[in-house]
């Protein structure tokens, strides 16, 4: 079946502006993370949803970042007033559970100008 | 932060040779993954060894752990050009849910045809 699907592959934004990630996962799994990772970097942790609550958002850098899971199955990360330093990819991953191996998705390049 | 660091950061080697990277990590864990990662794609999920396991194969993967060093390996044996990817080992985070994972900074291995 169809894998982790990410919208936008690529964005650009302007300092200040506010931006939406969108992360449709893989059908019928409940559980989904978001991750960012840095040119060079392995992928850190943001938030982890299961079902529609998010059992896990101590990966926040800070409170620009939100993000929501309402019917449990898409997700939207949100970046309020983007800053230079948000600039990454930021990857969603999706699995059937809390102990089953993450599947991800090719991730939304961010470019803060 | 970043719980595993891997060794070497790159590595290069011809068609048909061996390939081994290895994974150190700090705190106790219950397993450990290996994941991949081809260049603008996103994460696929390789290997999970648990902490009660020494060694695991699959294809042309073995995967080793030491919990009394804190350490894995990782060895691609007959290398390919398509196994020219970042490989990055994760640990599992806290209570051990498998999703909410702390991923190394990776080995770029390149296989030259």
């Known amino acids: 079946g169809a894998g982790v699907s990410q919208t936008p592959s690529n964005k650009v934004t302007e300092k200040g502006k506010y931006v939406e990630l969108r992360c449709d996962p893989i059908?019928?799994?409940?559980?989904l993370y978001w991750y960012r990772q840095s040119l060079g970097q392995g992928p850190e942790f943001l938030i982890y949803?299961?079902?529609?609550?998010?059992?896990?958002d101590s990966g926040l850098p800070n409170d620009r970042f939100f993000a929501v899971r309402p019917e449990g199955s898409v997700s939207t990360l949100k970046i309020q007033r983007t800053e230079r330093g948000d600039s990454a990819v930021y990857l969603c991953?999706?699995?059937?559970?809390?102990?089953?191996?993450?599947?991800f998705g090719n991730g939304t390049r961010l470019t803060v100008t | 932060s970043q719980q595993g660091e891997e060794d070497p950061q790159a590595l290069s080697i011809q068609e048909g040779e061996n390939a081994t990277m290895n994974c150190s990590y700090k705190t106790s864990i219950n397993n450990l993954q290996w994941y991949r990662q081809n260049s603008g794609r996103g994460l696929v999920h390789l290997i999970l060894?648990?902490?009660?396991?020494r060694e695991k194969h699959s294809g042309r993967l073995r995967v080793t752990l030491d919990t009394s060093k804190k350490s894995s390996s990782l060895l691609i044996t007959a290398s390919r050009a398509a196994d020219t990817a970042s490989y990055f080992c994760a640990t599992p985070h806290g209570s051990g849910n498998t999703g909410k994972l702390i991923f190394g900074q990776g080995t770029t291995l390149q296989v030259k045809p």
């Open positions: 949803f299961q079902g529609t609550g998010a059992a896990d």
């Open positions: 991953a999706s699995s059937l559970g809390a102990n089953s191996p993450l599947h």
């Open positions: 060894i648990r902490s009660n396991e």
């Open positions: 059908s019928g799994h409940t559980a």
